[in-house]
């Protein structure tokens, strides 16, 4: 079983920038596609970003896109999600995720997934 642990979450102002990190514990992620989920007070939980093994597709929301970056390191074992130019909306509980992907799975959908981390807390506010 993957074990994952978020963290890097806090409280920052509009316009700051986070970068959250998800450590597997005693695992390779080498052979698992990745992905970032959040949910917000009041909303579903939505895709952010994911990223597959070896890092050949990479695909962001468009809330996201041109803000937030993905990327991975196998060899740590972590994948990260840096947030710039946080706003309000931004605000949720960031999840990562791991999954055995393949080049049909689809990244966006949550059911994609085998295994989640607890979630590291985003808050932007003035």
């Known amino acids: 079983q993957v074990q994952l642990v978020e963290s890097g979450g806090g409280l920052v102002q509009p316009g700051d920038s986070l970068k959250l990190s998800c450590t597997a514990s005693g695992h390779t992620l080498s052979g698992y596609g990745m992905g970032w989920f959040r949910q917000a007070p009041g909303k579903e939980r939505e895709f952010v970003a994911g990223?597959?093994?070896?890092?050949?597709?990479?695909y962001y929301a468009d809330s996201v896109k041109g803000r937030f970056t993905i990327s991975r390191s196998n060899t740590k074992n972590t994948v990260y999600l840096q947030m710039n130019s946080l706003k309000p909306d931004d605000t949720a509980v960031y999840y990562c995720?791991?999954?055995?992907?393949?080049?049909?799975?689809?990244?966006?959908?949550?059911?994609?997934?085998?295994?989640w981390g607890q979630g590291t807390q985003v808050t932007v506010s003035s």
């Open positions: 990223i597959r093994r070896n890092s050949v597709g990479i």
């Open positions: 995720a791991a999954t055995r992907a393949i080049m049909s799975t689809p990244m966006t959908r949550g059911a994609s997934y085998n295994y």
